[in-house]
């Protein structure tokens, strides 16, 4: 069974680029399609980025200018870099992946809480 | 851009009634649609994916339906656990959206 964890700083400054990492066990980063997924405190859900190890990658047009998605095969590993952070970015972001048609989410970390504050 | 809205914001009911949540999305879309429940403090789990199919482990009182424009999440029997936030999803063009949730409370 593939499980996911998500790590990051907790708190960001504004203006700093935030990073994370999702960490895959029980499967192959490679075999997958991944996604990073943040939800504003009390909100809904909102994509942001769309990764396959060999197929490419696509961002919400938002969020396009400043994240940036990657797999790192060798450590099994998802991340993701946001820059110039402002207080809108505080949210719970989870990273969720999926098998076959790329259409769903069979797979969701915990998610990790980042805040932007000075 | 497809938009996803789901209808109600919130749906009151009890223990052992039937649920009832729509999703409508702003143009006619394939079938490929999502459902997610999200329990407080917890992460999204798939329920149904392609619109009617019940992803692994899941009870069969979920049941999802539609074509077209308009889709529903039926719950047959509300049981306890099954109080929680409900997304339908839907992935277009490798851009995913979600609709902005109905929270099926207890009345």
């Known amino acids: 069974q593939v499980q996911l964890q998500e790590s990051g700083p907790g708190l960001v400054k504004p203006s700093e680029t935030l990073s994370l990492i999702c960490t895959v066990s029980g499967g192959s980063v490679t075999r997958y399609f991944w996604s990073w997924i943040r939800q504003s405190p009390g909100k809904g859900l909102e994509w942001i980025a769309y990764?396959?190890?060999?197929?490419?990658?696509n961002y919400d047009p938002s969020l396009r200018s400043r994240a940036t998605i990657s797999v790192d095969a060798s450590k099994n590993q998802l991340s993701m870099r946001l820059s110039s952070v402002t207080a809108a970015d505080t949210a719970l972001y989870y990273c969720?992946?999926?098998?076959?048609?790329?259409?769903?989410?069979?797979?969701w970390g915990p998610g990790t809480l980042v805040t932007v504050s000075s | 851009e497809i938009v996803l809205t789901q209808s109600p914001a919130t749906l009151s009911s009890s223990p052992g009634e039937r649920a009832t949540l729509s999703c409508r999305a702003s143009?006619?879309?394939?079938?490929?649609l999502a459902w997610y429940q999200q329990r407080p403090g917890q992460a999204p789990r798939l329920l149904i994916y392609h619109a009617s199919n019940r992803a692994t482990g899941i009870p069969a009182r979920f049941s999802g339906s539609g074509s077209g424009a308009d889709f529903t999440l039926t719950i047959s029997s509300l049981e306890p656990e099954d109080f929680a936030v409900y997304y339908c999803?839907?992935?277009?063009?490798?851009?995913?959206?979600f609709g902005q949730g109905t929270k099926v409370e207890l009345k």
């Open positions: 990764i396959y190890y060999s197929g490419g990658s």
């Open positions: 143009q006619t879309i394939d079938t490929y």
């Open positions: 969720a992946g999926g098998r076959g048609r790329v259409t769903h989410f069979d797979y």
């Open positions: 999803q839907y992935r277009d063009n490798l851009r995913w959206t």
